[in-house]
């Protein structure tokens, strides 16, 4: 509004004033088009101002002694510059700029040959003056996508490091929360057989030895894969012979385990195999700690569409007390791990004090 009424007072008080003020005030007003929507409508705007400095000239008040008409053109092709997207369309619009000095001041006022030169030198001037702050936007704007980029990948990445503390936390437990519970509940029977029945303490000692031994392949084994390549293949995953070895180890240390496949011959994908193995090894941990003497049944169920793990033990001999106590952080682990592959963790008390763990998973999602 101020450039338009700065203009339209300059062409009312110019003694070559042709027309009603009111034209003249009009093509003021649309010579200003670049300020008011240059940003966001460049095309227009400059199309606008264009036309409105040609009208002004050619039919009412000439420019020859107006200053306002020379930056209107010259805000014109700034915009052209600096806000025309695509090349080609900013250089048409600078030629707009430029038909209109060549064709108002010059073949219709009549103005010198020098003054159209100076006028297009600085019509260009300020249109490559428009192109550079553009060039600097975009490479601002190309920088701050760059940070962006390596903010959200530096924050894909400790979430990536954060998630496998976690799974190396939940196997930490699993592997050594089961191995300790089975040798304290060893231990704990050889202290109460020890001087009654020496052959039975070498026994449990031994039994305890071994448990022992395959925590620490564990452990190791946990390291190996701490320290493998990530790009290598991975090992194989557990089986059910694994999984008949881990029941025949707790059966070794006092539980009555028992383990029932039923049907189960196919083979199992690497994610349910895993998360078969740690639920029945979770399972028994949670019965031996809590229930210790009391019958585990260990069930695998598999269909078409999910595959079923349950650990169930009857209740606590109340004779005998718990050798050890539980964090929490196992089960807890491993419903992160059931419900990463879409399944279901159950774990709650019977109707005879007993307990069961039950996993169901999808076997679609393996």
Same mark, same amino acid.
């Not at 049907?263 to 029945?280: C, G, H, I, N």
């Given at each position: /509004? ?28 649309? /010579? ?251 399972? /028994? ?82």
């Amino acid at each position: /509004m101020a450039f338009g009424g700065v203009a339209t007072r300059e062409a009312a008080s110019s003694p070559g004033l042709a027309g009603p003020v009111w034209l003249n005030a009009l093509c003021a007003l649309g /010579m200003a088009a670049p300020l008011a929507a240059g940003r966001r409508h460049p095309v227009p705007a400059v199309i606008l101002a264009v036309s409105a400095a040609m009208a002004q000239t050619a039919w009412l008040t000439p420019s020859t002694n107006l200053a306002m008409p020379f930056l209107a053109l010259l805000t014109a092709a700034f915009t052209a510059g600096r806000y025309a997207s695509g090349h080609p369309k900013s250089l048409a619009l600078l030629g707009l700029c430029l038909a209109e000095e060549w064709a108002g001041p010059i073949a219709v006022n009549g103005d010198p040959l020098w003054d159209a030169v100076f006028v297009s030198l600085a019509l260009w001037a300020v249109w490559l003056l428009g192109r550079s702050a553009l060039a600097r936007f975009d490479l601002a704007r190309a920088e701050r996508a760059r940070r962006d980029a390596e903010h959200r990948r530096a924050e894909q990445i400790r979430a990536a490091v954060t998630a496998e503390r976690h799974a190396v936390a939940r196997d930490l437990h699993d592997t050594v929360a089961h191995a300790v519970t089975l040798m304290v509940l060893q231990a704990t029977g050889t202290r109460l057989v020890a001087h009654k029945d020496p052959d039975a303490a070498v026994t449990a000692l031994a039994s305890i030895e071994k448990a022992g031994r395959q925590a620490m392949e564990d452990l190791r084994s946990m390291l190996h894969v701490l320290r493998h390549d990530p790009g290598s293949p991975e090992g194989p995953p557990p089986t059910l012979e694994q999984l008949a070895a881990l029941v025949d180890a707790a059966r070794s240390s006092g539980v009555d385990a028992t383990l029932d496949t039923g049907a189960l011959t196919m083979e199992l994908p690497r994610p349910l195999a895993v998360t078969a193995y740690r639920t029945v090894q979770e399972g /028994m941990t949670n019965a031996a700690r809590h229930a210790p003497g009391a019958p585990v049944r260990i069930t695998l169920r598999s269909t078409s569409g999910q595959f079923t793990i349950a650990v169930t033990n009857g209740p606590p001999d109340g004779d005998r007390p718990s050798p050890t106590t539980g964090s929490g952080t196992g089960l807890a682990g491993l419903r992160e791990r059931v419900t990463a592959l879409g399944g279901t963790l159950t774990a709650g008390p019977q109707g005879d004090g007993g307990y069961t763990l039950t996993a169901t998973l999808p076997r679609s999602n393996a």
